[in-house]
């Protein structure tokens, strides 16, 4: 049972280029989350899916898009990278009823 | 929207010794309180929580207060550990919220030994 698996673990990019985060779960959980952790800050809600097929807008979507696959995974798409988005991106799900949210490992990212 | 506010952002105890962190909400709505350990290189992963309908929660050696009509809550632990250094993130929602919890900054915990 790996829990939520994100890859990759580490990428630089360069200003204006494109990506996609992944993300996936094996827990049969419904909802899925990305966050974004700046230093000195706590995590941040980029975009969330409440369960497969719906996708909403967090605190701080500027910039990005998602895409809910399936149940299972979750991706996080940058489409033109910019400095400012550099930062440690997590993923997170949760089962309905349940109220622990699970995280990956994260994926630092560096725009340069 | 909510928000959080968690201090100190750092703190360092003598092995032993107890540390509390404290963190204040701003919505009256949020009924849920989960605390979260981030060691490094990790993911955080939920150390306790605690509803409003209950003061207090207690695992071994960590608890959790709730003062709802304050808007606080704090965590507590004693005879700390140096594995217990990391950092620590209070969070707030709406147990409605599908999960949407909104963060505090963080406290990085150092334990001496």
């Known amino acids: 049972n790996a829990g939520v698996t994100q890859t990759p673990k580490f990428q630089v990019l360069k200003t204006g280029q494109s990506m996609t985060l992944q993300c996936a779960q094996d827990m049969n959980h419904n909802s899925m989350y990305w966050y974004r952790q700046d230093p000195g800050m706590g995590l941040r809600l980029i975009y969330y899916?409440?369960?497969?097929?719906?996708?909403d807008k967090g605190e701080v979507p500027n910039g990005y898009n998602v895409s809910r696959l399936n149940k299972r995974e979750f991706s996080l798409r940058l489409e033109s990278a910019a400095p400012s988005q550099t930062s440690v991106y997590f993923c997170?799900?949760?089962?309905?009823?349940?109220?622990?949210?699970?995280f990956g490992q994260g994926t630092r990212l560096t725009v340069v | 929207g909510e928000n959080v506010e968690q201090h100190p952002s750092t703190l360092s105890v003598q092995e032993g010794d107890s540390a509390v962190i404290k963190c204040t909400y701003s919505d009256s709505a949020s009924n849920y309180f989960p605390w979260y350990k981030q060691e490094l290189g990790k993911g955080p992963q939920l150390i306790i929580d605690i509803r409003s309908n209950v003061g207090e929660k207690k695992d071994q050696r960590i608890a959790v207060t709730l003062n709802k009509t304050a808007k606080h809550f704090s965590l507590h632990i004693t005879e700390t550990q140096p594995e217990d250094s990391a950092v620590y993130f209070c969070a707030a929602r709406k147990l409605t919220n599908a999960g949407k919890s909104t963060f505090g900054d963080g406290t990085t915990l150092t334990v001496k030994p």
């Open positions: 997170a799900s949760t089962l309905v009823g349940n109220t622990e949210a699970f």
């Open positions: 899916s409440a369960s497969e097929g719906t996708t």
